[in-house]
């Protein structure tokens, strides 16, 4: 007899040993752990947008003044506004899922609520994600397309030293290139263990619940 073979009958002969539980008792605990983690991440998405809000309350003076110099003032506010609004939706909707598990009384509903609690994170991670990455994007599009003011604005603060015009530009959309893929980057990577966590929490009990379900 080979030590598989050997390892399943001893796996059977323990069975017994370990404490069944039924429907009733394994249902509750997965709703509770389920709620919990909707409520992590309704938590979460309100530190997120707070955490920004303060950041950009930190944004020197003097970079507030080059974008305005720049024209880009009014832009940076209707895109601020808009996204504001958006992830004030998403929140909403974290909440209405919240409030949806808590009262959740049979397994299909609560799997449900689980899939469609997934899809909206999974949605608010790529507005994120995407949003940034076209904001990054065009405001360098822009900066391209007006690279004499540009060059203008950051020689008149001696920043660059006295570059010539081609190798300031080449100079600052390399070191543009290599900080916004960082800060996507970063996002990415904090989006996947902060959110990523708690959606693998959340695909294992929908996981146990298929199990379960009749």
Not at 56 to 63: D, F, K, T
Not at 132 to 151: E, H, P
């Amino acid at each position: 007899m080979d030590q598989l073979e050997i390892l399943k009958k001893e796996w059977m002969s323990r069975e017994q040993e370990f404490p069944k539980f039924t429907f009733k008792e394994i249902y509750p605990m997965l709703l509770k752990k389920s709620s919990s983690i909707v409520k992590w991440i309704v938590i979460i998405s309100l530190a997120e947008i707070a955490l920004w809000t303060l950041l950009s309350l930190l944004i020197p003076e003097s970079n507030k003044q080059f974008q305005e110099e720049m024209g880009l003032k009014n832009t940076f506010i209707v895109i601020n506004v808009i996204n504001y609004v958006v992830v004030a939706i998403f929140i909403y909707l974290f909440y209405k899922n919240y409030q949806k598990i808590q009262v959740t009384n049979t397994v299909s509903t609560l799997m449900k609520n689980i899939l469609r609690t997934r899809k909206t994170v999974h949605y608010f991670v790529y507005y994120n994600i995407g949003m940034a990455a076209a904001m990054l994007l065009g405001v360098n599009i822009y900066y391209y397309a007006n690279k004499d003011r540009l060059y203008d604005l950051l020689m008149a603060e001696e920043t660059f030293g006295a570059l010539p015009p081609e190798a300031f530009l080449n100079t600052f959309f390399i070191a543009q290139l290599v900080v916004g893929i960082v800060f996507i980057g970063f996002l990415m990577l904090f989006y996947y263990i902060v959110y990523g966590l708690l959606l693998k929490r959340l695909k294992r009990n929908y996981r146990e619940l298929q199990k379960i379900e009749v």
